[in-house]
């Protein structure tokens, strides 16, 4: 008998669960022994031996939800071809929607997991390699403690370089800003300088002026005067 898109659908969730809460052990159980795995380089008679191995962390469980997941994927594409064959829009649209929600979280716990992966990888690889670097050194701790010691004499000396051009471009930095200072000083004094001239060109102007009106003025004065005188002359002989 054929299992019905109901059935599919509450198996694919139930695994979802099951797929979701392996992850989720998986990472509590990386982040644990990452805690706990620390190098231990022990040198004995000058010589540096690393203790720190690859760090795996359950990979029964790794498998169990990497297997699960591809059981989830194939779920995925059967449940995908059975909801377009639902001929009723509501239930067809409603299945369409748990399906695509339930392709979205396989995916997402996929990527999880390929992180998680990618993880485990990166640290067995650095850890061969630390491996490898301790065996070719084995036997010569004073050529190893040398370069340790010149690596740190360079970090010392480019720290000692970095803080340097740090002060350098500190000082820099003042001293355009006291130019910068200076120059606003005498744009100021600049700006004060031509407003008083032009206050002094605007009072000659302006005393120019009076003094031609005040000239006007008493020609005015005087002419009118004389007008005056006349017509009263004038008047008086007319009338005598």
């Known amino acids: 008998m054929a299992a019905t898109l109901s059935d599919v659908y509450a198996q694919a969730r139930h695994t979802l669960l099951q797929v979701r809460d392996g992850l989720e052990r998986l990472e509590r159980l990386e982040s644990s022994g990452q805690q706990q ?3 231990s380089p022990s040198f004995r008679g000058g010589v ?3 203790q720190e191995g690859p760090l795996v962390v359950a990979p029964d469980l790794a498998q169990r939800v990497k ?3 591809g059981q989830l994927q194939v779920w995925s594409t059967e449940m995908d071809r059975l909801w377009r064959q639902i001929i009723p829009k509501g239930p067809r ?3 369409k929607r748990k399906v695509e929600q339930v392709a979205e979280e396989v995916e997402a716990l996929k ?3 390929e992180k998680y992966q990618g993880r485990q990888r990166r640290r067995q690889m650095e850890a061969q390699e630390r491996a490898e670097l301790f065996k070719r050194t084995r036997g010569d701790g004073a050529q190893v403690l040398q370069v340790y010691d010149e690596e740190a004499q360079s970090m010392q000396s480019v720290r000692n370089s970095s803080r ?3 002060d350098a471009f500190s000082t820099g930095t003042a001293v355009l800003a006291q130019y910068a200072i200076q120059r606003d000083r005498l744009k100021q004094a600049q700006r004060k300088a031509y407003d008083v001239l032009n206050t002094v ?4 102007s302006v005393m120019r002026v009076i003094e031609r009106r005040q000239l ?3 020609w005015v004065a005087y002419v009118g005067m004389l007008v005056t005188i006349i017509i009263v002359i004038v008047f008086w002989r007319w009338t005598h």
């Open 164 to 166: 340097l051009l740090d």
């Open 67 to 69: 297997n699960e997941l």
């Open 93 to 95: 649209d409603l299945w």
């Open 37 to 39: 795995q620390q190098p």
């Open 48 to 50: 540096g031996v690393g």
């Open 216 to 218: 006007m003025d008493k």
């Open 111 to 113: 990527a999880g997991l």
């Open 201 to 204: 060109g605007l009072g000659n």
